[in-house]
Nanobody, 121 residues
Framework: VQLQASGGGLVQPGGSLRLSCVLS????????IGWFRQATGNKRDNVAW????????GYADSVKGRFTISRDLAKSTVFLEMNALEAEDTAVYYC???????????????WGQGTLVTVSS
């Protein structure tokens, strides 16, 4: 299984970005997906997760109401829609896949390469 994350960039505070994560070498609905972020000097934290059935979704408190995780099975792609971005959202964002949905990054065996999101005026 391989994951390819994209969609990062520079955005002003209050702006929006949509990150994409394409899964190849496997079937997307076999896998739970997590989006994580890591700011410089910080540990990698979960921001959103989606169960393999897509019936269970979770968000970190810091992004609830601003971020939305979704997927398109036909495109084998998971999205992270990010709105009302704040400077504190600046980080490298990673998508990850594994059999069970969890917020623990150590439980995920498959990772994308990361995409940088910078929120700055």
């Amino acid at each position: 299984v391989q994951l390819q994350a994209s969609g990062g960039g520079l955005v002003q505070p209050g702006g929006s970005l949509r990150l994409s994560c394409v899964l190849s070498g496997g079937t997307l609905d076999w896998y739970a997906i997590g989006w994580f972020r890591q700011a410089t000097g910080n540990k990698r934290d979960n921001v959103a997760w989606l169960s393999s059935s897509a019936t269970h979704i979770g968000y970190a408190d810091s992004v609830k109401g601003r971020f939305t995780i979704s997927r398109d099975l036909a495109k084998s792609t998971v999205f992270l829609e990010m709105n009302a971005l704040e400077a504190e959202d600046t980080a490298v964002y990673y998508c990850a896949a594994d059999m069970e949905a969890t917020t623990d990054p150590s439980k995920f065996n498959y990772w994308g390469q990361g995409t940088l999101v910078t929120v700055s005026s």
